[in-house]
């Protein structure tokens, strides 16, 4: 897995000329050089993109000529989903790129779920991010921001995790060797499938009393005392990666641009890269129109739906009043509300992205829904049972596009791609436990959170070990 990776031959470190970061508020505009370790704008404390100076870059005149590619899969660089469309995100020198074959992932037509949605057949999408090494789309981010990492010359590299991160983070440590990987997660808000690889890869794993939310606050405080670089999607370079995920959909519907994007909602790092990437393929003339997107929260981890479709907290350009993100973060802390969901993944109440995610939704004209743990539960289990196991936070997406689909903001005949951020592995309590014929173990892990009933459970058949018994099952069943 990977490449000949640069620590083999230490290098000092080195930065691309025609890339900058650049702070997103308009009324600021402050830019920094790539060999800078920011998380935030130093002047006015916003968030920061990656820009480039595009007319010093060789970008292909039409996506299609990405396709070339394909056939020098013995290159690392043209076999990764991510850095073959490098002149798309050309911040750092190929010879400081890292990479683990991320990227190899799967835009399947789902017509067991479109029906589910109730979309005309061939309408429906599922990409699978499932696919990638470690199992979710973060590997998508952080090849980019560890790449970033390597190019200033970074020794640890630190996240706040639920557990895809902090899985993510490991790997790319563990197979690179070019970093010790330190990882906070919050009592009991991780999934075993996702901890375990943490665990596994060798990453220092601090578990501190708290939630997300918590975690990433020490995290960044730690990050910046120590001078440990820090992989969040607060990282700007996170999101350059994850960019490649919209790149991917358009490669396997030939470069057609579906009339919907659907993704859950947590940190919102994908729908803030899905729309800068939109945007600058439209800017390039690569496209000629944007999707639509639809950025699902679960119930119990709504801010961004109450602060959009409740509050009216928009993006106006970078000028709107972010004063009801505010008075609503100052809500949850006075009633001690901490996110409730199923949906580990996006487990999530303070959005770090939330100002990018807001940028997004308004160059895509976007929506933002929120489904609950039942809608979620039962929308995985349809996605599994046309062959692609997903973890809830992934079905979220398809729980959100029926929800679209049944208020008539989504057409029978549009085109829609929902985006699946992780593998059914990474979570199998809840997919045992909705299936299970075990009412109590049902209770513990799924009564809790709200789930009342296993409308599409797949429940295995007890018989007596007796062949007769046996084949009388089956017949009966089959």
Known sequence: MGRAFPHLQPLGPTVS?????????????????????????PQCGNLLDV????????VPTKLAD?????????DPLSLSGVWRFHELLPFAPPERIVTAGEGQTLLQ??????????????????????????????????????????????????????????????MYCAVSRLMKAVIFIGSGKIAYGKLSQALEFGALTVQIAGDFDDAMARV?????????????????????????????VLEALRWQVPDWIVVPGGNLGNSSAFGKAFAELHALGLIDRVPRLAVINAAGANTLYELFEHRQLRWQGGRGD????????????????????????IEINRPVNLTKCLR???????????????????????VGAGGIGCEPASAASVAGAKVLRSQGIIARSDRVVC???????????????????????????????GVRRATYANRAIAVPNDLDEIIRAIQLYS
Request: hydrophobic residues 35%; negative net charge; contains cysteine.
């Open 322 to 345: 972010l004063e009801p993100a505010c008075q609503y973060y100052q809500e949850l802390d006075a009633a001690k509300r901490k996110a409730s969901t199923i949906a580990s993944a």
């Open 360 to 382: 997004a939704l308004e160059v895509c004209d976007g929506v933002v829904r929120e489904v609950t743990d039942q809608e979620i539960l039962d929308a995985k289990a349809k």
């Open 220 to 248: 960044r405080e730690v990050s910046s005392q120590l001078g440990i670089y820090l992989v969040n999607s607060v990282n700007p370079f996170r999101l350059e990666g994850q960019k490649t995920i919209m790149f991917r």
């Open 66 to 74: 990405f396709e070339s590619k394909w056939t020098r899969r013995f």
């Open 109 to 170: 037509q789902a017509d067991a779920v479109a029906e589910f949605v109730d979309l005309d057949a061939g309408n429906l999408y599922l990409q699978y991010e499932g696919m990638n090494p470690s199992g979710s789309f973060k590997d998508n981010g952080m090849c980019a921001a560890f790449t970033h990492a390597n190019c200033v010359g970074a020794k640890r590299a630190a996240c706040a995790s639920t557990g895809n991160t902090s899985a993510s983070l490991a």
């Open 51 to 58: 820009s480039y100076e595009w007319d010093r870059i060789n």
């Open 419 to 449: 985006i699946l951020t992780g593998h059914q592995l990474k979570d199998p309590t809840a997919t045992v436990a909705y299936h299970t014929t075990d009412q109590e173990k049902f209770n513990e892990v799924l009564g809790c959170r």
């Open 17 to 41: 000329e025609t890339a900058f970061q650049r702070c997103i508020s308009p009324a600021c505009g402050a830019t920094y050089g790539t060999d800078e370790i920011l998380v935030a704008c």
